[in-house]
């Protein structure tokens, strides 16, 4: 059972380039979740989607989109790269409830030049 | 608005040590309380949760949590640290006013926990 599973691991980018972080979950979870988290702060929720279709803007959304095509996939895209979206990306998914636990990925750590 | 505080960002302590980790949250309901942690380079693992029931939850690794709804508190505790449990520790709790159900988690900034052989 893999989880959630987020690709690339790692990536470099240069400033204005674009690029897609890719989220899979095979856990048949409804809700799933992008992070951010940079050192000192925490981890900010950049976007989110309750189902299938649906997205919504989280704390932190200005610079990216996101798309929810499939269930079990969800996409985070960078349109032009900004050194201050340097940082660790993380995925999350849950299931229905407030007691639910969120399921993280390993992350992707992206630098942007 | 939820929010939580995360007293000391880094913590140390001796290896065999009591581990007190302090988590403190602000909530207009009953909250719903969790601790994760992230060892380096990896994702955020649930440690234990906190829903209704009984106040002193149980977690993986040895490690505890107390509600305490009159001191706002959820501080997370080990009686005899490892090595092993050098990480990064989150608090969170469940925001009950997230959009559409959305089920959202506000996080504490996170305690690095160090420990000294």
């Known amino acids: 059972n893999a989880g959630v599973t987020q690709t690339p691991k790692f990536r470099v980018l240069k400033t204005g380039q674009s690029m897609t972080l890719l989220c899979a979950q095979d856990m048949n979870h409804e809700y799933m979740y992008w992070y951010r988290q940079d050192p000192g702060m925490g981890l900010r929720l950049i976007h989110y989607s309750v189902g299938e279709g649906t997205t919504a803007k989280g704390e932190v959304p200005d610079g990216y989109n996101v798309s929810r095509l499939k269930k079990q996939n969800f996409l985070l895209g960078l349109e032009s790269a900004a050194p201050s979206q340097t940082s660790v990306y993380f995925c999350?998914?849950?299931?229905?409830?407030?007691?639910?636990?969120?399921?993280f990925g390993d992350g992707t750590r992206l630098s942007i030049l | 608005a939820q929010s939580v505080t995360q007293l000391g960002s880094h913590v140390s302590v001796s290896e065999g040590a009591l581990v007190l980790l302090r988590c403190n949250y602000s909530s207009s309901v009953p909250p719903y309380l969790f601790w994760y942690v992230q060892y380096p380079n990896q994702g955020l693992q649930l440690l234990l949760k906190y829903t209704t029931g009984a106040t002193l939850v149980k977690g993986i690794n040895g490690f505890e949590a107390e509600f305490k709804k009159s001191e706002t508190s959820f501080h997370l505790t080990k009686p005899s640290a490892h090595m092993s449990d050098a990480a990064e520790y989150f608090c969170?709790?469940?925001?009950?006013?997230?959009?559409?159900?959305?089920?959202?988690?506000?996080f504490g900034k996170g305690t690095k926990l160090s420990v000294i052989p």
């Open positions: 969170a709790v469940s925001d009950p006013y997230s959009g559409a159900g959305s089920y959202q988690l506000t």
């Open positions: 999350a998914s849950t299931d229905r409830g407030r007691y639910q636990p969120q399921h």
